[in-house]
């Protein structure tokens, strides 16, 4: 499996540094308000890297932030008059709520930016230790950039031609304003009740030293694998790099993977633009997940996607003519012919996630399985389903055939094909009292639940 380093900005083989197992952290929400289906073009192409991952028989651990206290989070609860806990609860139940309308398989940890604060304050403890982070007048605690030699390596950036703002006390800011970042945040008045008591006087963590903290905790030191929008990578991703690394004085993650924005009419499609819709208001006019789900996994995650509503159109159509397909496809033996489609999409998702060269796998045995008839290509559909999410998502009756019933069906079609119709009438009746009813066709057997 190769994929395409940020870092190095070459295409690499993708090894788990230990355990066969890949150590993922990918950049969560910033739960004050709904995530927009911009968000969810990120979180269904770490899906999509996950289960490419898993179906090349790696393992995985992936630990995705929630983060629940920052600016804008503070911001929202302040202005609502409302605890900061109870503001982004609603957020936050809402976006496991949409994990699962567009089948994103969840990750193993979701850790709450408020429930780390201690180890966030370890952290910037460290780093003042070391000399590279330093107290300002106010109580706030900066990071030195000039301090930490690798700054701007992941986002290229050539420091000595930088005209470089002193401080930056904002989470968010752009390359022009490449400075000194807060790691730790002196109360203000406008945080009202929010604020915890530190070594250096009452506050709050900056955005950045959240992710340091909590991936390093749940991952260790040095990890496989982070993860996110390409909006993300500067400042975000460069200062989690220089807390972590100034800290331990060991490389922090060896891969680092983003992916291009959804925009809308050319531009990002953002919340401050006010360019947005969420999940919901997709649904609300009649989309279903499953469809959303396909656009958004359907286009090369480094590829820019222009929304559009041709483009859900599209989805539905296309999804007719999977779901004709597979209702006819059966159990049994691969035929040639099926096989090499999969290898084809087994060689596109491992080629940096090439999706748009997957699909035309897909849709090349939909082709050939039309004309030839679908004996044998039920379990090709399932397997490129473990990657795609697609294919079975919303409909159950294939997809959750158990393991003990799809056996008695690859006998059961073994023995059709030695003609022992005593053993397949048997073998039928044993499926039946497992709950599925199997039929016989031209293409052979179709199992549905009884
Ligand atoms: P946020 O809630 O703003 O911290 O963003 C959560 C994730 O969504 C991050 O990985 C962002 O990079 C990503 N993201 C935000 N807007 C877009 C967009 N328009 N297209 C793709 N990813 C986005
Ligand atoms: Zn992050």
């Not at 007048?137 to 930088?162: C, M, T």
């Not at 050319?266 to 006019?285: A, H, P, Q, V, W």
């Not at 929304?307 to 989805?315: G, M, Y």
């Not at 679908?374 to 409909?395: C, K, P, Q, S």
Request: overall charge negative.
């Amino acid at each position: 499996m190769k994929v395409f380093n940020s870092l190095t900005r070459r295409t690499e083989e993708l090894k788990p540094l230990e355990n066969n197992e890949i150590r993922l952290y990918t950049c969560g929400p910033t739960v004050y308000n709904y995530a927009h289906i911009g968000n969810f073009r990120a979180y269904a192409f770490e899906d999509i890297l996950r289960r490419t991952v898993l179906f090349n028989g790696m393992k995985i651990r992936q630990v995705m932030n929630l983060t629940d206290v920052d600016d804008k989070t503070i911001k929202g609860a302040n202005a609502a008059g409302v605890a900061l806990c109870d503001y982004t609860k609603t957020y936050k139940d809402a976006f496991f709520e949409d994990l699962k309308k567009l089948n994103i398989q969840p990750a193993e940890v979701y850790p709450a930016a408020t429930d780390h604060i201690p180890e966030m304050i370890a952290l910037v403890e460290k780093l003042v230790e070391k000399g590279v982070a330093y107290k300002s007048e106010d109580g706030s605690v900066y990071f030195n950039v000039r301090k930490f030699p690798g700054y701007g390596k992941l986002a290229h950036i050539d420091f000595d031609n930088q005209r470089t703002g002193a401080r930056c006390a904002a989470d968010e800011y752009d390359k022009e304003n490449v400075g000194d970042f807060a790691l730790w945040k002196a109360w203000e008045e406008s945080d009202g009740p929010v604020g915890w008591d530190s070594p250096w006087g009452r506050g709050r963590p900056g955005w950045h030293i959240e992710c340091s903290a909590m991936s390093m905790k749940y991952l260790g030191e040095t990890f496989d694998l982070h993860t996110g929008g390409i909006d993300n990578l500067f400042p975000h991703h460069e200062n989690e790099i220089a807390q972590a690394e100034a800290a331990t004085g060991k490389e922090f993650v060896r891969t680092w993977m983003h992916c291009a924005h959804l925009r809308v009419n050319g531009e990002k499609m953002s919340k401050s633009l006010g360019n947005f819709y969420t999940l919901r208001d997709l649904i609300g006019k009649g989309y279903s997940g499953r469809e959303i789900r396909y656009v958004l996994v359907n286009a090369h995650y480094r590829s820019g996607l222009n929304f559009a509503f041709d483009a859900l159109e599209d989805a539905k159509k296309s999804l007719a003519r999977i779901d004709a397909c597979v209702d006819k496809a059966t159990e049994g033996e691969v035929p040639e012919w099926a096989a090499r489609h999969l290898d084809a999409f087994a060689a596109a998702v491992n080629d940096d996630l090439n999706m748009p060269k997957a699909f035309a796998a897909l849709f090349e045995l939909v082709r050939e399985a039309n004309a030839k008839g679908g004996a044998g290509t039920l379990g090709v559909f399932r397997r490129m389903d473990e990657v795609l999410g697609v294919i079975f998502f919303g409909r159950p009756e294939k997809a959750e055939i158990p393991d003990a019933v799809r056996k008695l069906l690859d006998e059961r079609a073994a023995a059709r094909k030695a003609k022992n119709w005593a053993e397949s009438d048997r073998l039928r009746d044993e499926i039946a009292a497992a709950g599925w009813t199997v039929k016989d066709s031209r293409d052979g057997q179709s199992c549905t639940k009884a």
